[in-house]
């Protein structure tokens, strides 16, 4: 993993922009809230996103009840979530919820950055392909994490990239959507640009985009570091889906 | 005897148990009693009474009794008998020694006619004449005169006809009170009637007594001198027989039992007996009963009875059967009588009214009975009329042989109404014990696809588990690869997993889950939506260290949502399974894939599930058991399953579509 804490918050890259959440007040300022119902492990999570700066606005909300109506209320441009957790005030905390909670957050509002931070990952297998649908940030965090990993992966969400490797586990070769494959054929093999893509498939160019953003993830390709050793992040990304046998 | 009792007493609690549980034959013999009581059956009963007693065998005719008719002209009425010539005729009869004669004839009560000193001669001077006079309204008629009281109370009978509400004659008086002013009707006086006084005149001669019976002053009776027994005659009341609230019915009336056949009373020509052509001892010790008719066209009441004076064909043709003739109507009555006290042929009785509805509501009970004692229906049926005609037969044979007159209408109906109405309760209980059969039968069905799906179960665990190590582990000995720390680890991990299917099944069983089988049993919730588990068990199927799997690199999966809201827990956990043993057969035979397809898609109003490799293709013709497993999920949901080679031979597809539920 390398890091990207030089990276400028204010500056996604272009083909980003849209992902990213709308500013809610001010050029800089950023709104975040935290969903989680342990003291301890919010101190930790408080403690991560100190890191941003001043510019954070952040609001922490301990039940999914209220997670809801907040997100209603106000879009955040990132939303860090613990999986287990109450449904209101004094009742049990469960993995369930949380998935359920993700889920109609992820069907109601596809564009929202989410950074997953829990102690039992392998509960998003289940949805994966909603994860893999979901056209926001999305990025996955384990609890037992280092800092700065965390870090990294909260800024990665908040910037709109997906980070889902560690749910996607070991197995062999790599799991695409086959809307994926044909984008990398489109692009790689018959050198289409986004535009004619979204034409040829029938989807819009953001989307298009998302799907990029996907295969990146996918091929474990960081647009950051991409881009600072200067190298086109298209051409990276058609050689080692060649070399990875996604295209034949 | 008491065991015999204990059993029978058994069989009719039984009995009334079971017929109770559908009261609808109890409901139908109250029916019939109280129909009966408002005398619907009247009418049918008197029918059945006629045509029992005409349907009689032919009795012969009677010696005793013989008719002498003296035919009249309608056309010339100044030819026929003045009362000199009747007197004359009687002379003549008298000559014979006669046991009795009767005049059944009516003349003016004073009539100045030279013949009337004559005939009030002979019945003062032959106390064995009786004469006829008529005493009930509308039109008494009284006897000759001037005659003294003696002669006209001893020697003259009534020979009122009593006629039933359908205008037939049933019965005969045996004697009568006779109207008076009064209201009181108990000091009325009583006259016996004519055929009565004539069959008394005969037996007092025989030697028997006329007496009143010990118990019921009402009833006579005749005592024979030879033996201590003595012969009743029964009394009508309202109610007798098939007779309800019968007005017409007074003291003192009986049945009339008349012979049986066309031939049954001889009778003589009054003219035969003027020209003396007739031998005069047919009439010696008989009873002479003396009558006069119409010789064209002969008055016939209406009784069942067959007439004497029909007998050529001729005549028949001309004149329908309709009944007897007066003089007739007398002789049987009067031979009815002398038969019952000598002969012992029996009078008609009747039975008391409630031992008539016990008969009825047993013949009903019966009926019952015989309907329940059968399984089948038809046999019952065939019982039941069976059993109706003994029972018909039986009240024919009774009346026949013993005068006893049964409620047979009402009997014959009772018996097969209340059993055809437990013929309907023993279909719907033989239907009931049909569906309950059924019920068994489909639970049993259910018990029995029950077990097989848990053999399937059981097998489809084996197979996915300890059978695909055990194969990979075949492979790897079979490529000399028998080091002992890899063959150790496979059946420890092989021991694990046969432990685990057992578990596997057991938590199954009980569970909304699926148990995918890896190193650990991992539990996949069926209560989720399908394309999320499905997707769940793609991702644990190609975790698996197997040697497909080992060249993979591309993985394209999109599992779309479908309706799985109709699905049963066994069907979800067969699709599971399809998809398990698919990507299981990509990673056991499908050497050197490189890519997999894994594709939910809802097509039209289908659901797709797809499996496809870019491998070898199918090698071996072999329909494995896996396969087979999948067409009996093609069946579960009556959709299609397919596995077969792609075009150009790189690769397997292996396909399973079935109709979407909206």
Same mark, same amino acid.
């Given at each position: 993993?390398?890091?990207?804490?030089?990276?400028? +918050?204010?500056?996604?890259?272009?083909?980003?922009?849209?992902?990213?959440?709308?500013?809610?007040?001010?050029?800089?300022?950023?709104?975040?809230?935290?969903?989680?119902?342990?003291?301890?492990?919010?101190?930790?999570?408080?403690?991560?996103?100190?890191?941003?700066?001043?510019?954070?606005?952040?609001?922490?909300?301990?039940?999914?009840?209220?997670?809801?109506?907040? &997100?209603?209320?106000?879009?955040?441009?990132?939303? +860090?979530?613990?999986?287990?957790?109450?449904?209101?005030?004094?009742?049990?905390?469960?993995?369930?919820?949380?998935?359920?909670?993700?889920?109609?957050?992820?069907?109601?509002?596809?564009?929202?950055?989410?950074?997953?931070?829990?102690?039992?990952?392998?509960?998003?297998?289940?949805?994966?392909?909603?994860?893999?649908?979901?056209?926001?940030?999305?990025?996955?965090?384990?609890?037992?994490?280092?800092?700065?990993?965390?870090?990294?992966?909260?800024?990665?969400?908040?910037?709109?990239?997906?980070?889902?490797?560690?749910?996607?586990?070991?197995?062999?070769?790599?799991?695409?959507?086959?809307?994926?494959?044909?984008?990398?054929?489109?692009?790689?093999?018959?050198?289409?640009?986004?535009?004619?893509?979204?034409?040829?498939?029938?989807?819009?160019?953001?989307?298009?985009?998302?799907?990029?953003?996907?295969?990146?993830?996918?091929?474990?390709?960081?647009?950051?570091?991409?881009?600072?050793?200067?190298?086109?992040?298209?051409? &990276?990304?058609?050689?080692?889906?060649?070399?990875?046998?996604?295209?034949? | 005897?008491?065991?015999?009792?204990?059993?029978?007493?058994?069989?009719?609690?039984?009995?009334?148990?079971?017929?109770?549980?559908?009261?609808?034959?109890?409901?139908?013999?109250?029916?019939?009693?109280?129909?009966?009581?408002?005398?619907?059956?009247?009418?049918?009963?008197?029918?059945?009474?006629?045509?029992?007693?005409?349907?009689?065998?032919?009795?012969?005719?009677?010696?005793? %009794?013989?008719? %002498?008719?003296?035919?009249?002209?309608?056309?010339?009425?100044?030819?026929?008998? !003045?009362?000199?010539?009747?007197?004359?005729?009687?002379?003549?009869?008298?000559?014979?020694?006669?046991?009795?004669?009767?005049?059944?004839?009516?003349?003016?009560?004073?009539?100045?006619?030279?013949?009337?000193?004559?005939?009030?001669?002979?019945?003062?001077?032959?106390?064995?004449?009786?004469?006829?006079?008529?005493?009930?309204?509308?039109?008494?008629?009284?006897?000759?005169?001037?005659?003294?009281?003696?002669?006209?109370?001893?020697?003259?009978?009534?020979?009122?006809?009593?006629?039933?509400?359908?205008?037939?004659?049933?019965?005969?008086?045996?004697?009568?009170?006779?109207?008076?002013?009064?209201?009181?009707?108990?000091?009325?006086?009583?006259?016996?009637?004519?055929?009565?006084?004539?069959?008394?005149?005969?037996?007092?001669?025989?030697?028997?007594?006329?007496?009143?019976?010990?118990?019921?002053?009402?009833?006579?009776?005749?005592?024979?001198?030879?033996?201590?027994?003595?012969?009743?005659?029964?009394?009508? $009341?309202?109610?007798?027989?098939?007779?309800?609230?019968?007005?017409?019915? /007074?003291?003192?009336?009986?049945?009339?039992?008349?012979?049986?056949?066309?031939?049954?009373?001889?009778?003589?020509?009054?003219?035969?007996?003027?020209?003396?052509?007739?031998?005069?001892?047919?009439?010696?010790?008989?009873?002479?009963?003396?009558?006069?008719?119409?010789?064209?066209?002969?008055?016939?009441?209406?009784?069942?009875?067959?007439?004497?004076?029909?007998?050529?064909?001729?005549?028949?043709?001309?004149?329908?059967?309709?009944?007897?003739?007066?003089?007739?109507?007398?002789?049987?009555?009067?031979?009815?009588?002398?038969?019952?006290?000598?002969?012992?042929?029996?009078?008609?009785?009747?039975?008391?009214?409630?031992?008539?509805?016990?008969?009825?509501?047993?013949?009903?009970?019966?009926?019952?009975?015989?309907?329940?004692?059968?399984?089948?229906?038809?046999?019952?049926?065939?019982?039941?009329?069976?059993?109706?005609?003994? %029972?018909?037969?039986?009240?024919?044979?009774?009346?026949?042989?013993?005068?006893?007159?049964?409620?047979?209408?009402?009997?014959?109906?009772?018996?097969?109404?209340?059993?055809?109405?437990?013929?309907?309760?023993?279909?719907?209980?033989?239907?009931?014990?049909?569906?309950?059969?059924?019920?068994?039968?489909?639970?049993?069905?259910?018990?029995?696809?029950?077990?097989?799906?848990?053999?399937?179960?059981?097998?489809?665990?084996?197979?996915?588990?300890?059978?695909?190590?055990? /194969? /990979?582990?075949?492979?790897?000995?079979?490529?000399?690869?028998?080091?002992?720390?890899?063959?150790?680890?496979?059946?420890?991990?092989?021991?694990? $997993?046969?432990?685990? %299917?057992?578990?596997?099944?057991?938590?199954?069983?009980?569970?909304?889950?699926?148990?995918?089988? !890896?190193?650990?049993?991992?539990?996949?919730?069926?209560?989720?939506?399908?394309?999320?588990?499905?997707?769940?068990?793609? /991702?644990?199927?190609?975790?698996?260290?197997?040697?497909?799997?080992?060249?993979?690199?591309?993985?394209?999966?999109?599992?779309?949502?479908?309706?799985?809201?109709?699905?049963?827990?066994?069907?979800?956990?067969?699709?599971?399974?399809?998809?398990?043993?698919?990507?299981?057969?990509?990673?056991?035979?499908?050497?050197?894939?490189?890519?997999?397809?894994?594709?939910?898609?809802?097509?039209?109003?289908?659901?797709?599930?797809?499996?496809?490799?870019?491998?070898?293709?199918?090698?071996?013709?072999?329909?494995?058991?896996?396969?087979?497993? !999948?067409?009996?999920?093609?069946?579960?949901?009556?959709?299609?399953?397919?596995?077969?080679?792609?075009?150009?031979?790189?690769?397997?597809?292996?396909?399973?579509?079935?109709?979407?539920?909206?």
């Amino acid at each position: 993993m390398v890091a990207i804490a030089s990276a400028s +918050v204010s500056t996604p890259p272009s083909s980003l922009k849209t992902m990213t959440s709308k500013v809610a007040s001010g050029s800089d300022q950023r709104t975040i809230f935290v969903v989680e119902d342990h003291p301890t492990t919010l101190a930790g999570i408080h403690s991560i996103l100190e890191r941003f700066g001043s510019n954070i606005a952040l609001e922490t909300l301990t039940t999914l009840q209220a997670a809801r109506e907040a &997100v209603r209320r106000l879009r955040p441009d990132l939303l +860090v979530l613990d999986l287990q957790l109450p449904e209101g005030p004094g009742e049990p905390a469960a993995t369930e919820f949380g998935i359920q909670f993700l889920k109609s957050l992820m069907k109601d509002y596809p564009e929202i950055n989410i950074a997953i931070h829990t102690s039992y990952p392998d509960a998003l297998v289940r949805i994966i392909p909603d994860i893999d649908n979901h056209r926001g940030g999305f990025t996955v965090t384990s609890k037992d994490s280092a800092t700065d990993k965390a870090f990294e992966r909260f800024k990665a969400a908040l910037q709109g990239y997906t980070h889902t490797r560690d749910i996607r586990s070991l197995k062999a070769g790599l799991e695409l959507k086959p809307e994926w494959l044909e984008t990398l054929d489109l692009a790689c093999k018959d050198g289409y640009q986004d535009r004619a893509i979204a034409k040829h498939l029938h989807v819009s160019e953001s989307m298009v985009r998302n799907y990029w953003s996907k295969i990146y993830d996918v091929l474990g390709i960081y647009p950051e570091d991409a881009k600072e050793e200067g190298r086109n992040l298209r051409i &990276v990304t058609c050689l080692k889906a060649r070399d990875e046998g996604l295209i034949e | 005897m008491l065991p015999f009792l204990k059993v029978s007493l058994t069989g009719i609690r039984h009995f009334f148990q079971q017929s109770s549980r559908w009261p609808v034959g109890y409901v139908m013999i109250a029916g019939l009693v109280a129909a009966r009581w408002l005398g619907l059956f009247a009418t049918l009963e008197l029918a059945v009474f006629d045509i029992f007693l005409r349907s009689r065998p032919a009795e012969g005719i009677d010696e005793q %009794v013989v008719i %002498v008719l003296i035919e009249q002209d309608p056309v010339r009425v100044d030819a026929n008998l !003045s009362e000199s010539q009747l007197a004359e005729l009687l002379e003549i009869i008298f000559s014979a020694q006669p046991t009795v004669v009767g005049l059944n004839v009516f003349r003016e009560e004073f009539s100045d006619d030279l013949g009337r000193e004559q005939l009030l001669n002979l019945f003062e001077t032959h106390k064995n004449l009786i004469g006829v006079e008529k005493v009930l309204p509308p039109r008494p008629i009284p006897p000759i005169a001037p005659l003294s009281d003696s002669v006209a109370q001893n020697q003259f009978g009534l020979n009122d006809v009593p006629l039933d509400r359908d205008g037939r004659i049933r019965r005969v008086f045996v004697g009568a009170y006779l109207p008076d002013d009064n209201d009181d009707s108990t000091d009325n006086p009583f006259r016996f009637s004519f055929s009565f006084k004539l069959a008394e005149k005969y037996l007092t001669t025989k030697g028997y007594a006329l007496e009143n019976h010990p118990d019921n002053p009402d009833i006579p009776i005749f005592k024979d001198p030879e033996s201590p027994g003595f012969t009743s005659i029964p009394i009508l $009341e309202n109610d007798s027989g098939g007779y309800v609230r019968e007005a017409d019915i /007074s003291k003192i009336q009986t049945l009339l039992n008349f012979r049986s056949g066309s031939e049954t009373l001889q009778v003589i020509d009054a003219s035969k007996l003027f020209d003396r052509s007739q031998d005069l001892e047919a009439l010696t010790d008989k009873v002479v009963i003396v009558d006069e008719v119409d010789a064209y066209f002969p008055r016939f009441l209406p009784i069942s009875a067959s007439s004497n004076l029909i007998q050529d064909s001729e005549t028949r043709d001309i004149l329908p059967r309709i009944g007897i003739t007066g003089p007739e109507l007398e002789a049987h009555a009067t031979s009815q009588l002398i038969r019952s006290a000598i002969d012992t042929r029996p009078l008609i009785r009747v039975i008391p009214f409630w031992a008539e509805d016990l008969l009825i509501v047993s013949a009903g009970l019966l009926g019952i009975a015989i309907s329940i004692s059968f399984r089948s229906t038809l046999r019952s049926l065939i019982s039941l009329a069976i059993v109706t005609l003994m %029972v018909v037969g039986v009240c024919y044979l009774s009346l026949y042989r013993f005068g006893l007159w049964l409620p047979v209408a009402p009997i014959a109906i009772s018996l097969p109404l209340a059993g055809i109405t437990y013929l309907g309760f023993n279909y719907r209980s033989q239907r009931s014990a049909l569906r309950s059969q059924e019920a068994a039968l489909v639970e049993v069905q259910v018990l029995e696809a029950e077990r097989q799906k848990a053999i399937e179960r059981a097998f489809s665990a084996i197979h996915a588990g300890p059978l695909q190590r055990l /194969s /990979s582990l075949l492979r790897s000995a079979k490529d000399g690869k028998t080091e002992q720390s890899f063959v150790l680890e496979e059946l420890t991990a092989l021991n694990q $997993e046969i432990r685990g %299917v057992g578990e596997r099944l057991r938590q199954e069983a009980i569970g909304d889950v699926y148990f995918f089988y !890896s190193q650990g049993d991992i539990k996949l919730d069926l209560t989720h939506p399908m394309h999320e588990v499905l997707y769940e068990v793609y /991702s644990l199927a190609v975790k698996r260290k197997l040697p497909g799997f080992e060249t993979v690199k591309v993985r394209a999966v999109s599992i779309e949502p479908f309706n799985c809201g109709q699905l049963n827990l066994d069907v979800k956990r067969q699709l599971c399974w399809f998809l398990e043993e698919s990507l299981q057969n990509i990673g056991k035979h499908a050497l050197g894939t490189t890519r997999i397809q894994v594709l939910g898609k809802n097509i039209n109003d289908f659901y797709s599930l797809k499996i496809e490799d870019n491998g070898p293709g199918i090698q071996s013709t072999h329909i494995g058991d896996g396969t087979q497993s !999948s067409y009996r999920l093609e069946l579960m949901l009556s959709g299609k399953f397919s596995r077969f080679s792609k075009r150009d031979g790189k690769g397997t597809v292996c396909e399973l579509s079935w109709p979407s539920i909206k």
